[in-house]
């Protein structure tokens, strides 16, 4: 698969990244020998092989759901930089 250059930008914008111009064809090119070799992969023959480690064998390991009594605002806004009696102050975000 060949990547062209508009095709380059569009991935830099959207990774909001800045490419010097320079750069662009060689970066075009090497994406596109990246996408030909796992293109070269889909045409191993993988039949009959077991798979030997791997995300595949890995059990959830999260604890039960267990309701449990709440702290209370004194500890939960212990550390809070600042607070308005059970609330947390946050600079405004949104003008």
Not at 7 to 17: G, Q, S, Y
Not at 28 to 38: D, G, K, P, T, V
Request: hydrophobic letters at 40%; charged letters at 35%.
């Amino acid at each position: 698969m060949k990547i062209s250059k508009d095709e380059v930008e569009k991935i830099a914008h959207l990774a909001r990244l800045e490419i010097d111009d320079s750069k662009k064809e060689k970066i075009a090119e090497q994406l596109s020998h990246i996408l030909q070799y796992i293109d070269k992969l889909k045409d191993v023959d993988v039949k009959g092989v077991k798979l030997s480690s791997g995300a595949a064998f890995m059990n959830n390991v999260l604890r039960n759901d267990e309701p449990e009594e709440s702290p209370g605002p004194l500890v939960t806004l212990a550390n809070a930089p600042q607070r308005d009696e059970d609330f947390y102050i946050v600079p405004r975000v949104v003008k």
